[in-house]
């Protein structure tokens, strides 16, 4: 009988280029091996989020709901019998340490409010779980650094929730991208919002939130013009609006931004907590134009290209996100558009973005 | 029989409030009376949107093709066969002055390069000809002043070739904002731009054109924010970015910016000579969304909000324009979004984005 050591390994040997940096077909990505190793993981935060992410787990074959950390002793209860894992794998914020003693979780998944990704990261790094961490990892770009560096000495993985990097439609426009079929990149249009609800949210609360629309959605406009471009911004501009100084009493509303990369190439974006309809990506190149919308939702996405509509299949992003990071961390393997130094340029470039604002718009240069 | 003036009088008295202002459905604004005035246009440069604008004005009821002004003898010997104006209503520049004596031509449509607009303006104003003019009506906003300035003094009406406040999306557009559909104005993101060809073309030279992309088609996504909004920027800011300094030696290619109006709201806009499927209107409101994709073209346009598909005819736009602006002629009539302060607003928000250009992106107050 094979060992799950030796099932990894023959695994690995077979498969080790496929599933994780998503250059073959999408489809290559769901693994079908019915004893294949599975990446056991608990919940850090049991909001709304982390339940589609771990309803999304559960079409996967190489990663597992198998805990929860919460300050809410019902919710715990609730997780514990939908995803069927023992009351041995519940913990409280006080008893959070303890998950080190744990052999059953490999890795915790941080859904908490934005401010505690920084803390609850740090926590789990030091009981030696590999992580992974909703966008934004932090709030600023100390903290950011602060995770990467916990992680690196706790050798364990950190990833940042860029389900787009797994999700067929992106990666579509990334292979093209990359094998030159855009031609060369010239223009970047990114806009990610919508009207936000319930005024007394935490996503309104700068201290849970640490910034309003830009934290929180913005930064699928600054992702989606990296990865439409394959190059990271070297200044910024940015322009805020604010209609509703009430409910946007604590954080930003409406921020337009541009950033400047280093071929030339200007990217221009926008954000909102204020208005829906507002999920689009549109990418040209010397050789053709590439145009999502929706861009960054939960999908179904949609593109086209000069040539007609994109045919990509639609899936549960969480899904293949899953499946796919399980992997990286089950195969030791690298994601690079998904690690903290990634969620970290996200970061950098927020923090550049804040202070064009601050300045009335001044030209930023991103400090990486 | 009737007299010219008569059916003027008569058709005045019920049909004023009809065709110039657009509060009516579009039909309405195609007459339909066999005997109806007609305002008898000369066209000044015979490029190929003077033709486009000739062959529209086929199907024009009240405006006719009767003339032609022209440097290319040749050209005036085609026109006056393809359009059926005889020998005496076509001039050179020449004799263009002349054109006073010519009681068979009641209007001058210029259709030359951007910085001949300014001359020729002023040329057929003195001549006690009505101007319609196509935009940007100037190359700066010194120049629009004169223009205004001479068609003032010469009492004849100026109009700017602002086809879309006849398209019937873009009307419907207006109307929804006027009428409160779309609530109260939040957000708008306007672009406009295509891959220019022939290196050589007068469109790439400074001194005929004035400008580049922001001069030529910038200005649409100018005017759209401007009419979706019901607002005129206080404010602009701008960043320039250039990926073939050789094509786009005297002339920007790619500009984005930001535009800030009174309410509070930013318009975040772009345009380029560097790429295609660059034309879109976006405007948020708090009760709904309009999008139109093509927003600026010739058509057929296409626009949505949330209750779906906007269903409106598809028309020639320059048969609308040439109509609606033979009434505001004939009925002496104001156009309020296409006399000539309309299109010197136009120019003094570029100039202002010129401006932030040359300062690194430095927010730049229009002056009105």
Redesign the interface.
């Known amino acids: 009988m094979n060992t799950r050591r030796d099932f990894l390994k023959k695994i690995t040997a077979s498969t080790l280029a496929l599933p994780v940096l998503g250059s073959l077909p999408m489809a290559n990505l769901i693994a079908n091996h019915p004893n294949a190793p599975q990446l056991r993981v608990a919940f850090c935060g049991l909001g709304s989020y982390a339940r589609r992410v771990a309803d999304a787990m559960q079409s996967c074959t190489n990663a597992k709901v198998v805990g929860a950390i919460s300050g809410t002793p019902s919710k715990l209860e609730d997780w514990s019998k939908k995803y069927g894992f023992p009351k041995e794998n519940c913990y409280s914020y006080d008893s959070f340490d303890s998950i080190k003693d744990n052999p059953n979780i490999d890795a915790v998944y941080v859904t908490t409010p934005n401010s505690l990704h920084h803390p609850n990261t740090i926590q789990a790094a030091k009981a030696g779980k590999h992580v992974i961490c909703e966008k934004p990892m932090s709030v600023n770009v100390r903290e950011a650094e602060e995770m990467i560096a916990a992680c690196q000495t706790a050798n364990v993985k950190l990833l940042i929730g860029y389900r787009l990097h797994f999700e067929p439609f992106t990666r579509e426009l990334i292979r093209m991208r990359t094998e030159g079929e855009l031609g ?1 990149m ?2 970047v ?1 990114t ?1 990610m919002g919508f009207k936000i609800g319930d005024p007394t949210q935490w996503r309104l609360n700068k201290a849970l939130a640490g910034g309003g629309a830009m934290m929180d959605v913005g930064i699928y406009a600054i992702n989606g013009a990296r990865y439409a471009t394959g190059e990271d911004p070297v200044w910024v ?1 940015a ?1 805020e ?3 509703d100084a009430v409910k946007f009493k604590e954080v930003d509303e ?1 921020i ?1 931004w ?1 950033m ?1 990369f280093p ?4 990217a ?3 954000t ?1 907590y ?5 999920d689009r990506l ?1 990418a ?3 050789k053709d ?1 590439f ?1 999502m919308s929706p861009a960054f939702g939960y999908g179904p996405l949609k593109a086209k290209t ?1 040539k007609g509509e994109v045919n990509q299949p639609v899936v549960t992003h969480q899904t293949y996100q899953m499946e796919g990071m399980a992997n990286c961390i089950l195969q030791n393997a690298p994601h690079p558009n998904c690690d903290g130094l990634e969620g970290l340029k996200d970061m950098q470039i927020i923090e550049a973005i804040y202070k064009s604002v601050a300045k ?4 930023i240069l991103v400090r990486y």
């Open positions: 060369k010239l223009f249009n806009t501009t322009q609006q604010k209609t409406t337009t541009q400047g071929s030339g190439l200007v221009n974006c926008a909102t204020n208005f829906n309809n507002f549109y040209a190149g010397s134009v145009e000069s009335q718009g001044k030209k």
